[in-house]
């Protein structure tokens, strides 16, 4: 398969990579802004680790490489390791307190339950 999609008009041939590289810009911005705003950001933490394991394995696979070129794709990979350990944080840890999922908690609410309704009519004490 000819990876000319970037530079020149797609063919039938570069129809996978034509479409991949819009799909994988479009899951960065997105997985990006979800956890720069808040909005799900532990769903977005994982897009983001799974996106980059993939990157990884299919763009930086410098087992197959030799010379200045698998040192330069090691790097990388390496790098992107180190991304995917902050995007399990962010997956494990959540939103913090001006995130957008969070305002939306802590609306206040008029619906008012009764104690023992809200343990399943057991009195225990919560601390």
């Known amino acids: 398969m000819r990876r000319s999609g970037i530079t020149s008009p797609p ?8 479409i991949a590289l819009p799909c994988a810009g479009l899951i ?5 802004l979800m956890v720069l705003v808040g909005f799900k ?5 994982w897009l983001l680790f799974v996106f980059t394991a ?3 394995f299919f763009a930086h696979n410098f087992w197959d490489m030799e010379g ?16 995917m350990s902050a995007c399990l944080m962010i997956a494990s840890i959540g ?3 001006y995130a957008v999922d969070s305002r939306n908690s802590m609306a206040p609410t008029n619906a008012r339950v ?14």
């Open 11 to 18: 063919t039938r041939e570069d129809a996978p990579i034509s």
């Open 114 to 127: 009764p104690r023992d309704a809200a343990i399943g009519q057991t009195a225990q004490r919560q601390f």
């Open 41 to 45: 950001t532990r769903f977005g933490g």
């Open 54 to 56: 993939l990157t990884i």
């Open 68 to 83: 200045a070129a698998r040192a330069a794709n090691q790097a990388q990979a390496l790098k992107n390791l180190a991304i």
């Open 95 to 97: 939103s913090g307190r």
């Open 28 to 32: 960065e911005i997105v997985g990006g």
